[in-house]
């Protein structure tokens, strides 16, 4: 069960969007971008109104919106990139795919898993 991004660390990166202002929309883009997304080994998160909404298999504590919230000072409209090393590789407040995978393939751990 992940009830906090650090039970990720390692496994996946993460893409954490809070409170987007046309969830519908986004939530499209993401499910178009699934297979790029999936090859970079990618999870994301939209928390709404206190849900969250993800394409992990995995289940969902109660307390990860609330935790992930306060352990990165996110705030409304705001997207995150959170690298394998649990670290935030970028923040904006829009989500731009083909920018989030040149920054992700610039990554060196993402051009060692090109090369495997």
Known sequence: MISDLDDLRWQHRILLINEPQDTDALLALLSAGAAALEERR????VLQGGTVQTNSVQALGNDLA??????????????????????VKA?????????LYALIDAMPMRRAEQRE
């Not at 990165?72 to 409209?77: K, R």
């Not at 923040?91 to 920018?99: I, K, N, P």
């Open 66 to 87: 609330t935790n992930a919230q306060l352990q990165l000072d996110v705030g409304p409209n705001e997207v995150l990139l959170i690298g394998l090393d649990g670290g």
């Open 42 to 45: 990618l999870i994301w998160f």
């Open 91 to 99: 923040r904006g407040s829009e989500l731009d795919l083909d920018a």
